[in-house]
């Protein structure tokens, strides 16, 4: 499967933005999808995940109730809505893709499909 993330930009301290990860190839509805990120000299690290029977994880403490994830199957796409947006939030984010299981978690090595990444900017 092939994935595109976009829906990056610009945004203001508590600002919003909306994610998306569209794939091709293959259906998304056998995948877990999970978006990481990797801010400016910080290592890469998981935001959410969403597992094949929509169950929802998230990755990381700092989404602190923050962030959503959701899958459109007609679309073939996974979300990701982030609210109360701030500078700590500045980073390049990925989605990822991982076939034949029902288990999400934050080991990005276990993900075999990557999209390319979408630039979120917050400022202050």
């Known amino acids: 499967v092939q994935l595109q993330a976009s829906g990056g930009g610009l945004v203001q301290l508590g600002g919003s933005l909306r994610l998306s990860c569209t794939a091709s190839?293959?259906?998304?509805?056998?995948?877990?999808v999970a978006w990481f990120r990797r801010a400016p000299g910080k290592r890469r690290e998981g935001v959410m995940c969403?597992?094949?029977?929509?169950?929802?994880?998230s990755l990381g403490d700092f989404v602190k109730g923050r962030f959503t994830i959701s899958r459109d199957n007609a679309k073939n796409t996974v979300y990701l809505y982030m609210n109360i947006l701030n500078p700590e939030d500045t980073a390049v984010y990925y989605c990822?893709?991982?076939?034949?299981?029902?288990?999400?978690?934050?080991?990005?090595?276990?993900?075999?499909?990557w999209g390319q990444g979408t630039l979120v900017t917050v400022s202050s």
């Open positions: 990822a893709g991982r076939a034949g299981t029902v288990h999400c978690n934050s080991y990005s090595h276990e993900y075999d499909s």
């Open positions: 190839g293959a259906t998304l509805d056998h995948y877990a």
């Open positions: 969403i597992s094949p029977d929509n169950g929802v994880r």
